[in-house]
């Protein structure tokens, strides 16, 4: 297994352009499995999380064809299984995504369960009870979803929490659906919402985008010639280098991004004392050599601060001037770095739901390890402001959901390599 090494001490500065949202290209992919035209999706992110996506459509014998600008090409014609394996669905929870489309088009589909999870029990119980009520006929056995429907209808679905990729299974479940599907409570993520202008781009008939409430008209069949659909660059990649540039006191400029999807992110970073400037793809971070101030979060739904952010501020928490307390809400078991950083230095505790982080004057470097991937990235981000050499292991998780973060962050200045295993 890969590692990284971290020299601490560099002050970020400098250019950086952000790739596609991983959180939007894995059910952009499942969503092409509606498309009876082939299509290419553009942006796409060089991510282990997508490897694995081609990987599962090609195994139900859907083309793929990636060029090296990352355009993906998708062609189902050729589909000839409705399979999603175990062995694929464990690495890769998003795996759960292509349930919605294959029973919508296709009738049938046969998923695993996903299981257990580093960060908290995750089930898929709302996006089963969804199908449902929309006329499937779900059953588990051996560890496997196997759902059946002549063909779904339109109906009205409350969601009992707010989920992100519920929302998006059951939304793009009834765009094929007889008839009109209401989503209420629907989650508002910007990802949720590019899924949803790429399934207007197939035809599909979806209002209400971007608030809780999506009303879908279903349609026979969904397809676009020659359609060439780019993804929402990432917002999570983006606010975890503002953070790591912040914690350094530096200053950078990402572009590439939509500073319109990181408002809770970018209010928080000015409470930490960064200057902040937008355009309308770009935002710069001007730190101006200070320290930043410690700032409390609480994580919820969007638009409010997003779960995928919460380790990269308990990272700038460690040694930020201050108090600040962070509150998670949206899973039960994300505090995973905490015990990690408590080994460099950082004072931290923990209490139910909460971390109450002191900021101390320095991090020391340790050999580190993570098991999920945005805790693995908030190590990356310790290390960058710790004395000496910080080793993260188990980067596997990194590889996952960062576009090459190693030559984006030496890119900014920071010592940092990939040492092979
Ligand atoms: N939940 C249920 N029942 C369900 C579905 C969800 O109880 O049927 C609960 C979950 O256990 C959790 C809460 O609802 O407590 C919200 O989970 P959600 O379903 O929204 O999470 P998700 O769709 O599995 C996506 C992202 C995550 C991100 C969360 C929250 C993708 C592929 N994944 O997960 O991204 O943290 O939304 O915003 O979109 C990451 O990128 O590192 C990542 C984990």
């Known amino acids: 297994m890969d590692k990284l090494i971290i020299t601490g001490g560099k002050q970020l500065s400098g250019e950086l352009r952000i790739s596609g949202a991983k959180n939007s290209a894995l059910p952009i992919l499942a969503g092409a499995l509606l498309s009876e035209t082939p299509i290419i999706v ?23 064809v990636i060029d ?24 890769m929870r998003a795996s759960i995504l292509v349930l919605g489309p294959l029973l919508a088009r296709f009738g049938s589909a046969h998923v695993s369960l996903p299981g257990g999870c580093a960060i908290g029990t995750r089930p898929v ?19 496997y979803i196997l759902a059946q429907a002549k063909r779904l209808k339109g109906t009205h679905l409350v969601m009992e929490k707010i989920t992100v990729t519920g929302t998006e299974n059951l939304l793009m479940a009834a765009t094929l659906a007889e008839g ?31 608030t809780d409430i999506l009303e879908i008209e279903g349609v026979d069949q969904l397809g676009a010639k020659d359609l060439h659909y780019d993804i929402l660059p990432d917002r999570i990649e983006t606010g975890t280098y503002l953070v790591a540039a912040a914690m350094t006191g530096g200053n950078i400029r990402v572009k590439n991004t939509r500073p319109n999807t990181l408002d809770a992110v970018l209010e928080k970073l000015k409470e930490a004392g960064a200057e902040i400037f937008t355009g309308d793809d770009w935002i710069k971070l001007d730190m101006k050599g200070k320290k930043p101030q410690a700032v409390s979060v609480r994580t919820a739904p969007y638009p409010a601060f997003p779960t995928d952010m919460q380790a ?33 230095g950082a004072d931290i505790q923990l209490e139910s739901h909460n971390a109450i982080c002191k900021g101390v004057d320095k991090l020391a470097g340790a050999p580190v390890m993570a098991t999920d991937l945005r805790a693995s990235a908030s190590l990356v981000l310790a290390g960058l402001v710790a004395e000496g050499d910080t080793m993260v292991d188990r980067i596997y998780h990194i590889d996952r959901g960062y576009d090459h973060i190693e030559e984006k962050l030496a890119q900014l200045g920071a010592k940092i390599r990939r040492v092979p295993n």
């Open 42 to 64: 553009g942006n796409i992110p060089h991510l282990h999380d997508i490897t694995t996506t081609m990987e599962l459509l090609g195994r139900m014998g859907v083309q793929l």
């Open 68 to 91: 090296e600008k990352m355009n993906i090409e998708i062609d189902t014609s050729t589909i000839n299984n409705f399979e999603a394996p175990y062995e694929l669905v464990r690495t």
């Open 125 to 143: 119980d709302i996006h089963l009870d969804g199908l449902t009520k929309m006329g499937a006929e779900i059953k588990v056995e051996g560890g």
């Open 180 to 210: 009109k599907t209401v989503i209420e409570n629907a989650a508002k993520e910007p990802e949720v919402s590019d899924l949803a202008n790429f399934l207007n781009k197939m035809g599909a008939k979806i209002s209400g985008i971007g």
């Open 312 to 344: 990269q501020f308990t990272a700038m928490n460690t040694i930020a001037e201050g108090v600040a307390v962070i509150t998670e809400t949206v899973f039960e078991n994300r505090f995973m770095h905490v015990q990690e950083m408590q080994r460099m």
